[in-house]
């Protein structure tokens, strides 16, 4: 009876499905977020994981391209990416080779496509009138409102190079602080006036009242015509058409813009950041961050195709199979909330998840090494059809001293020497070993690998701390970082002030348990050079303010790159940049005017040979200075099921989704031979239970004879 | 007794006050209004002109506690304290930090929670009484001693423990119900199942002890010697007299957490994905959301004040000899 109460309300042969039975068999990808997206507004939202979602819905006019290494930008809504126009203080325009201290000017001018409409929205439906439907609500409705359903009518318009132009201009308005003004505003000229303009105005209305901002002039950014538009910036800046690539820069159109500036939408948490309005593959039609994500096709998507070349062996992996066909592949992607990982990882083993990471408690169940040192798929995973995706991320995560410290900083002999020992001290192939399973590759210098600048094998080793041998870079010896230490006067690590062991300091915000043997792992490599060590455990906030005052003396840091250039990685070190005063994104506050030089110069100029010698010359200062011990660059390891294709790493692209297909039958079959229910067990509780309630119902009985005499 | 409710209601505001400060000298202790500006506009490319401008935008830019600048009552009013929490009083919870109602982020999120606690607390006060019940009927056997040695095993044991292993037993090795998940209406049923019977079953140790040390207090009293002697059954001697009478100190447990039951579990919700209140308040912890912060624990404060008050009048009802004045 209990069974026929249950099988009803699961209704599928699979009873752990957590999905309705109706899904069975559809075209949806099934994925998971840990962390609730805040912002969903192109102008906003900085973050990878709120790029997952909007990066599918809203389209800048640029790319990168899906297969092809290095990455490489391709149009999106654009018709081609354009190249810079130099013009030099007098407006006149330069060849292309022109030196960068002579351009005062780059003008890029986008012609995007005519025929890309936006997803249906009720911003753009229009009444019997002609006026719009949906904007000028009453009080009444507006408070009847909770999300978007009511509206019921919809439509779309074609997407207009002006909608561009509105969205830089949105990145000016204060009251949306956008991430990237601050630096926007150094290059697209008029922007930080626009900022002055807008806030003004502002004060002149209601707090809620919608600003038209199509009647602000914005000198950097121009429509030509209803489909091109011309952006203008100060100087030289090659990473800007990076830039563009990313949701900052992608359309908005100024209808959807009005529409929720309506009063009283915003008490209604009907805005922006909530719900989307894009041109893209797929449209957010579910947006409950506390549970689930959905976005579905979008059924005005504009023609875009599957690429058909890529770099060597995509086509051995079946990733030019598709080649030429219309995307997206899939007609749904529901993201649901995974916040602990052991539910995400047992949930993608029973095929609810298409796709999963590894965290460090799954590792050993998922991956191996193999003798040669290779990583491979335990034979679970293997019969199970699971395939393993490696890639190593264009991060850096290193070790910094604070050049501002009287003890490790400086430029000084003795600190060069000490933060040299030091580098050689820490090693960060153990490290990764014993803290991340292998994944990692130890750094030899600020640039990762996949960015231009980053060299392979003995010319891009770090002399300081390695030596090459015949079977690559080896960590220099201890004895070779004592020598470094007496040589800058600290011999077997006795601080000659004190007479004691040096004492340096290491902010650290892990602060729980699992953060005790990574710390007692670093205590013991100081203990190598009889360097004590002294753990300085903090929150995240105050670590903070000790590293923006300039209290901390060595810490940990990390960069993810936002765009695939080595000046995005040079930057952290480049003075100007420092953290204390400036606040800017040199935690170690290192200031060396070589490499500042080298910088200013090599920021601006397009990959190339001339490039490349400035790059190695920068990481030979630095290599040489060493304000960072250059600690690792991660590597991500992700698992897919047999039935997902396409699937390669990206770690530029955010718009992947509309490149995977997958095999929804072979997903049905598999999940239901891997979860049928297991009922004997329960069976045999029953069966317990029962026998132990027989001697009690008898003994029961025993007693209430007894007092009934 | 409604002079009793209105004196109750009465002392509950200091009380609120005094939490209300409490909760906002701990948070701002931690957490400054340029950390919060930080956490909201996120980590990368973050200008000291950003920050000033979250915090005028979010009222932030005002002295914590006291303002010094202002004159007469300005000086109280005029700072992060008085407006952030003054509207708390009316139920008007404001907005979040990240810019939502937070009020209807509750009204929404309060079910889920409700949906998981209240069977939990139902059937497992029926479950545990019960048992109880059983091991007072025992009390000396074989079965009265392994059961308690049961019970204090199951007490011993970390919560964590029963959602991990109901989670591995009934999801991954049975493959039963889903290890994870909600979903609205009655498709919420499949994904309640778990987390309810891994709840009913976390709280018999301790709730099975301690209703028996309760029963064994009464099952030697006079009434019952009474009753038995009247020719009662065992049964309606343990639940007609001595249940009735072991309702008081049983009451002092429960009716006090039932409001608190909306306010959700922290981690079941977070392990088992229940979108309910317990997750809203660890999410608003760690994105350093003061707003939601202080509207949760103001609501807890509420909710357990009138759990209190519930309690006394409760007393009334199962006891004449009590009265409240």
């Given at each position: 009876m209990w069974l026929a109460m249950v099988i009803p309300v699961f209704?599928?042969?699979?009873?752990?499905?957590?999905?309705?039975?109706?899904?069975?068999?559809?075209n949806i990808l099934y994925s998971a977020f840990a962390e609730r997206p805040k912002k969903l507004d192109p102008a906003r939202s900085y973050s990878s994981n709120e790029y997952i979602f909007i990066a599918n819905i809203y389209e800048p006019p640029f790319q990168y391209h899906y297969l092809k290494r290095p990455y490489t930008l391709t149009p999106l809504t654009a018709v081609a990416v354009p190249k810079p126009v130099y013009y030099d203080k007098r407006d006149r325009q330069l060849p292309e080779d022109a030196a960068s201290s002579d351009i005062a000017y780059s003008v890029y001018t986008i012609r995007i496509r005519d025929d890309i409409q936006y997803q249906p929205h009720p911003s753009f439906a229009r009444n019997e009138a002609g006026d719009w439907r949906y904007h000028r609500l009453s009080p009444a409705e507006i408070a009847s409102l909770h999300n978007l359903e009511p509206l019921t009518q919809t439509a779309t318009r074609t997407l207009r190079a002006a909608d561009y132009v509105y969205q830089i201009k949105r990145l000016a308005d204060s009251r949306l602080h956008s991430p990237i003004f601050s630096l926007m505003s150094e290059y697209i000229i008029g922007l930080k006036e626009l900022a002055k303009s807008i806030s003004d105005a502002r004060k002149q209305t209601a707090k809620d009242a919608y600003l038209d901002l199509n009647a602000f002039e914005l000198a950097g950014a121009k429509v030509l015509d209803d489909v091109t538009y011309q952006i203008r910036i100060h100087g030289k800046y090659p990473q800007f058409l990076y830039w563009m690539a990313m949701p900052f820069f992608a359309p908005m159109p100024f209808e959807a813009d009005r529409f929720f500036s309506q009063p009283g939408l915003f008490e209604q948490n009907i805005t922006l950041d909530w719900y989307a309005v894009g041109t893209g593959p797929y449209m957010l039609t579910v947006n409950d961050p506390n549970r689930k994500m959905v976005l579905q096709r979008n059924p005005n998507f504009h023609r875009e195709v599957y690429p058909d070349e890529g770099e060597a062996g995509d086509a051995g992996r079946g990733l030019l199979v598709d080649a030429g066909k219309e995307l997206p592949f899939i007609d749904k992607v529901i993201f649901s909330l995974e916040k602990e990982g052991i539910p995400y990882w047992n949930k993608f083993l029973q095929g609810y998840y298409d796709r999963s990471g590894i965290s460090a408690e799954s590792f050993d169940q998922a991956v191996r090494f193999t003798a040669t040192g290779d990583t491979d798929l335990t034979a679970d995973m293997k019969d199970n059809g699971i395939r393993l995706q490696t890639s190593v991320a264009a991060s850096s995560l290193y070790f910094g001293?604070?050049?501002?410290?009287?003890?490790?900083?400086?430029?000084?002999e003795r600190a060069r020497k000490l933060r040299q020992a030091i580098s050689i001290t820490i090693d960060f192939e153990e490290q990764i070993s014993i803290f991340r399973n292998g994944r990692g590759i130890v750094a030899q210098g600020p640039i990762p690998p996949g960015i231009f600048g980053f060299k392979e094998g003995k010319a891009g080793m770090n002399p300081v701390v390695y030596d090459w041998r015949e079977d690559g870079p080896v960590r220099k010896s201890i004895a070779v970082a004592r020598q470094l230490l007496s040589e800058a006067g600290y011999k077997n690590g006795i601080n000659p002030k004190t007479g004691k062991p040096l004492l340096l300091y290491f902010e650290s915000t892990g602060t729980g348990p699992e953060d005790k043997a990574r710390l007692d792992w670093m205590r013991k490599q100081f203990d190598k050079l009889n360097i004590q060590l002294v753990i300085r455990a903090t929150d995240y906030n105050r670590f903070q303010d000790k590293m923006r005052t300039g209290h901390a003396q060595m810490f940990t840091w990390g960069w993810n790159a936002?765009?695939?250039?080595p000046e995005n990685f040079m930057f952290l070190l480049y003075g100007p940049n420092k953290k204390v005063g400036n606040n800017g994104e040199n935690a170690a506050n290192y200031d060396n005017p070589e490499f500042n030089r080298l910088f200013e110069q090599m920021k601006d100029m397009d990959n190339s040979p001339e490039r490349q010698r400035i790059i190695d010359r920068m990481v030979a200062i630095v290599r040489h200075d060493a304000p960072w011990a250059w600690g690792y660059h991660p590597k991500q390891f992700s698992l897919e099921h047999s039935?997902?294709?396409?699937?390669k790493p990206n770690l530029m692209a955010n718009n992947t989704l509309k490149y995977y297909r997958l095999d929804a039958n072979l997903r049905t079959s598999k999940r239901e031979q891997w979860n049928r229910p297991v009922l004997w067990p329960v069976i045999v509780a029953l069966f317990l239970l029962a026998a132990i309630a027989v001697p009690a119902i008898s003994l029961y009985r025993r007693h209430e004879l007894q007092v009934r005499g | 007794m409604i002079a009793y409710i209105i004196r109750r209601f009465f002392y509950a505001i200091p009380i609120l006050i005094g939490v209300n400060v409490i909760t906002f000298a701990l948070f701002f202790v931690l957490n400054s209004p340029d950390d919060m500006a930080r956490a909201q506009l996120g980590v990368k490319r973050v200008t000291n002109e950003a920050i000033a401008s979250w915090k005028a935008d979010y009222g932030y830019d005002q002295p914590l506690l006291i303002n010094t600048q202002a004159k007469g009552l300005a000086k109280l009013t005029n700072t992060i304290f008085y407006n952030k929490s003054i509207r708390l009083f009316v139920f008007d919870f404001g907005r979040s930090d990240a810019g939502r109602d937070i009020g209807y982020d509750i009204s929404q999120r309060m079910w889920p929670s409700l949906a998981i606690a209240l069977p939990i607390f139902i059937i497992g006060i029926l479950i545990n009484i019960t048992f109880a019940m059983l091991l007072a009927f025992f009390r000396g056997t074989y079965l009265d001693v392994w059961g308690v040695v049961l019970c204090v095993v199951m007490m011993s044991i970390s919560g964590l423990f029963y959602i991990i292993g109901g989670q591995f037993l009934l999801?991954?090795?049975?493959?039963?119900?889903?290890i994870s998940g909600y979903d609205d209406g009655l498709n919420a049923i499949k994904f309640l199942i778990l987390p309810v019977i891994v709840g009913i079953i976390g709280g018999i140790g301790s709730g099975t002890r301690l209703y028996r040390t309760l029963y064994l207090e009464e099952i030697h009293r006079d009434y019952v010697r009474t009753a038995r002697a009247k020719g009662l059954s065992e049964f309606r001697v343990l639940f007609g007299h001595v249940l009735k009478n072991a309702m008081i100190p049983i009451l002092t447990g429960v009716v006090v957490v039932i409001p608190l039951l909306f306010i959700g579990s922290l981690v079941m919700e977070s392990f088992f994905g229940i979108p309910g209140l317990g997750s809203y308040t660890i999410d608003a912890i760690n994105a350093q959301d003061f707003a939601v912060v202080r509207a949760m624990v103001f609501l807890g404060s509420v909710l357990y004040i009138v759990g209190l008050m519930l309690t006394d009048i409760s007393y009334t009802l199962v006891d004449p000899r009590v009265r409240l004045s």
């Open positions: 209704g599928q042969a699979a009873w752990n499905n957590p999905y309705p039975a109706s899904d069975d068999g559809q001293f604070n050049m501002l410290d009287p003890v490790v900083g400086g430029h000084s936002d765009y695939p250039d039935w997902l294709y396409n699937s | 999801s991954k090795f049975l493959h039963l119900v889903p």
